[in-house]
């Protein structure tokens, strides 16, 4: 869902003008930035609860150069606790184990052995 079906669900639901819709929606959003850019944390009911945490510093690896370690400062993420409600309803689409069996990808198959080289000398 993106803020463009969002507004325009809400529209249609409440009889409100689109860019009205729009225009709150978008402060919202703002508002929230804002205070997650203050440090604060942002608590909505039934919804869930976004926090600015900090993560450690920590050494990382360049896939490229693997024997180099990077170091990673620490840095401020934000993190989304959702509401009891939410998880409730999210925890729903689970699938049984039966399903989930159906749904999971193909093992990869194992490479079979390659062809043997036509430039090997013959005996």
């Known amino acids: 869902m993106t803020k463009r079906d969002l507004v325009v669900r809400i529209s ?13 929606v978008q402060k919202t959003l703002d508002y929230i930035a804002e205070a997650l850019a203050k440090g604060k944390k942002v608590e909505l009911r039934n ?3 976004f926090e600015v ?4 510093a920590r050494v990382g690896r360049n ?5 180099a370690d990077v170091r990673i400062p620490p840095r401020a993420v934000v993190k989304f606790k959702p509401g009891k409600e939410m998880r409730d309803s999210v925890l729903q689409l689970t699938p049984d184990e039966n399903v ?3 749904l999971a990808p193909p093992p ?3 490479p079979a052995s390659p062809p043997p080289s036509s430039s ?4």
Request: net charge neutral; no cysteine; proline share 11%.
């Open 108 to 110: 990869l198959a194992t």
């Open 12 to 24: 249609e639901e409440t009889g409100l003008v689109q860019q009205t819709v729009l225009e709150v």
């Open 47 to 49: 919804f869930g609860v």
């Open 120 to 123: 090997a000398p013959q005996p």
């Open 100 to 102: 989930a069996a159906t």
């Open 63 to 67: 896939p490229n150069a693997p024997a």
């Open 53 to 56: 945490k900090i993560r450690r």
